[in-house]
T-cell receptor, first 111, second 112 residues
Framework: NAGVTQTPKFQVLKTGQSMTLQCAQD?????MYWYRQDPGMGLRLIYY???????DKGEVPNGYNVSRLNKREFSLRLESAAPSQTSVYFC??????????FGPGTRLTVT | QKEVEQNSGPLSVPEGAIASLNCTYS??????FFWYRQYSGKSPELIMF????GDKEDGRFTAQLNKASQYVSLLIRDSQPSDSATYLC????????????FGTGTSLTVIP
């Protein structure tokens, strides 16, 4: 069981470039999430998907789009990267109220 | 008012002591309460959750919940240097319990 996997682990983008962060889970969880974590700000929810076929905005959705490709996979897309999107991005999954399981994270720098 | 508040610390305790980490939450509709440990440069790791008033013990960890006071705590007994990390408190609510809210974390250092 790999749990939650994310790719890539590190990425450097120039302002205006686009990229997609990939996330997959093998725990058969219904819900998946994308967070960003910045120093002093804690984890902030970008988007979540309560189940396959649904997505909802979180606290900081501007500048991002998501796709719940199937039950296993949930991707996050930055269409036009900005320096303010420099952060560590975590994907997580959960089943009901049992808590979330996090992937290893993607460290993104936008110059 | 923040959904979940934690003292950011840093909290320092000597090895073998009890570390006490505290968290308050604002919404009485919160259903379950979670503690995560996050080592520097790593992702959060779920260590405990509690949903009923009282104490829940798991090895050296005890979670305590007081819904009337909207307060949840984590006690770490016999603290070890390997417990040095940031501890995140989280709550959940929503019709399916899949809306999670996190505090900003408390940094704990266990001094050998």
């Amino acid at each position: 069981n790999a749990g939650v996997t994310q790719t890539p682990k590190f990425q450097v983008l120039k302002t205006g470039q686009s990229m997609t962060l990939q996330c997959a889970q093998d725990m058969n969880h219904n819900s998946m999430y994308w967070y960003r974590q910045d120093p002093g700000m804690g984890l902030r929810l970008i988007y979540y998907s309560a189940s396959e076929g649904t997505t909802d905005k979180g606290e900081v959705p501007n500048g991002y789009n998501v796709s719940r490709l199937n039950k296993r996979e949930f991707s996050l897309r930055l269409e036009s990267a900005a320096p303010s999107q420099t952060s560590v991005y975590f994907c997580a999954s959960s089943e009901s109220a049992s808590g979330q399981y996090f992937g290893p994270g993607t460290r993104l720098t936008v110059t | 008012q923040k959904e979940v508040e934690q003292n950011s610390g840093p909290l320092s305790v000597p090895e073998g002591a009890i570390a006490s980490l505290n968290c308050t939450y604002s919404d009485r509709g919160s259903q379950s309460f979670f503690w995560y440990r996050q080592y520097s440069g790593k992702s959060p790791e779920l260590i405990m959750f509690i949903y009923s008033n009282g104490d829940k013990e798991d090895g050296r960890f005890t979670a305590q919940l007081n819904k009337a006071s909207q307060y949840v705590s984590l006690l770490i007994r016999d603290s070890q240097p390997s417990d040095s990390a940031t501890y995140l408190c989280a709550v959940n609510r929503g019709p399916h319990g899949n809306q999670f809210y996190f505090g900003t974390g408390t940094s704990l250092t266990v001094i050998p």
